[in-house]
């Protein structure tokens, strides 16, 4: 059974730093880019970053540009997001995602239709 299992969310205050983490199981996504999304409240679910299977390519949205880095270690199968000068508007649940076999789109890893794999998501909450 596949698994993703995210961590490392939690109540923040405006301009600190989290880390999450994401671990899988159940198959190797060693060869496999893996995304994270957000989602908040009343909002589509959105994309944050994605990384190539072996991190040579890093893709992030818009919105976390140049404040949040995705990396991952295949030995640990676990992918990472790390998320600094936070601001009240990254307020959402965080979600790792690994893709389908096929994938439809020129930007097909900001997209949630190409994704799998989901984990049940961890809680990020930011506070001015």
């Known amino acids: 059974q596949v698994q993703l299992v995210e961590s490392g969310g939690g109540l923040v205050q405006a301009g600190e730093t989290l880390r999450l983490s994401c671990v899988t199981s159940?198959?190797?996504?060693?060869?496999?880019?893996l995304g994270w999304f957000r989602q908040a409240p009343g909002k589509e679910r959105e994309f944050v970053a994605a990384?190539?299977?072996?991190?040579?390519?890093?893709y992030y949205g818009d919105s976390v540009k140049g404040r949040f880095t995705i990396s991952r270690d295949n030995a640990k199968n676990t992918v990472y997001l790390q998320m600094s000068s936070l601001k009240p508007e990254d307020t959402a649940v965080y979600y790792c995602?690994?893709?389908?076999?096929?994938?439809?789109?020129?930007?097909?890893?900001?997209?949630?239709?190409?994704?799998?794999?989901w984990g049940q998501g961890t809680q990020v909450t930011v506070s001015s």
């Open positions: 159940g198959r190797t996504f060693s060869r496999d880019l």
């Open positions: 990384i190539t299977w072996n991190s040579d390519i890093t």
């Open positions: 995602a690994a893709p389908r076999d096929i994938q439809y789109g020129m930007d097909w890893y900001t997209s949630q239709y190409n994704y799998e794999y």
